[in-house]
């Protein structure tokens, strides 16, 4: 696989059939990684792998359909990528999803059921399942994808700002039991949080060519930002937030 930056890390991806998920898979795919996908759409997933294959000749890339909202599913899946690879080295968090409203008094709760389904509880699941798999690894990241929304909800967006914000202590927490574990030499493993405005992709460009998409993040630069964490060491990413745009 060469001496890309990676080289030798097994990565999973949650998410892993969106244009977030895509890009993450070709970019970690070039890095060097072994990298594992999840999404709960088959077909989506299977394009995502292809072209993560296509753009990394001879690079291992895989996908697999896991209920994340379910515990044990997720646990089976850790699991099963230690075994198969010997190691689990990241976890990179792109499940995602909006809703939102006009205003706050129009807010539908019926909204806040599905984010915190696909927003918090896949980031419980998930840090559930790796958290002890990625203490293990010698450069173990656990990346979690935010919005600026969680730091400076707007009225219109109360319940996916609260989800974001929810995902973002949930896993500052695990973030701890990293530094705690660590001891006096500090974290061997990181879970660190990536904070956009929103993301934009080219499909996004061409359906609006008179758009600005002022502040938002490309995917591919996301992507780059993500095989970043692995650059840096654990003490300087635990427990902080990345910013890819301006701080609210």
Partial sequence: MGNGSLSG?????????????RAALIRLAEAGATVVGSDNNPERLAEAVDAARYARGGATVTGETVDLLDLGSARE????????????????????GWRGGAGFADTDL??????????????QHTSLAFFDGLQRSDRGRYVLISAAGASKPTAGNAAYSAAKAAAEAWTLAMADGFRKAGGEQGPGSAAAILVVKA??????????????????????????????????????????????????
């Fill in 77 to 96: 899946w850790a699991a099963r990528i230690e075994k198969d690879h010997g190691r689990v080295d990241g976890l990179v968090h792109l499940v995602g």
């Fill in 199 to 248: 993301l934009v992709h080219d499909a996004m460009r061409a359906e609006r060519p008179n758009a600005k998409f002022a502040g938002f993040t490309d995917v591919k630069d996301l992507a780059e930002a993500v095989e970043g964490v692995w650059s840096k060491t654990a003490a300087e990413v635990n427990g902080n937030r990345l910013w890819l745009t301006e701080k609210p």
């Fill in 110 to 123: 019926t909204d806040w059921d599905l984010l915190e389904k696909l927003l918090v509880r896949t980031v």
């Fill in 9 to 21: 890390a097994v990565i999973a991806v949650a998410g892993a059939g969106g244009p977030a998920g």
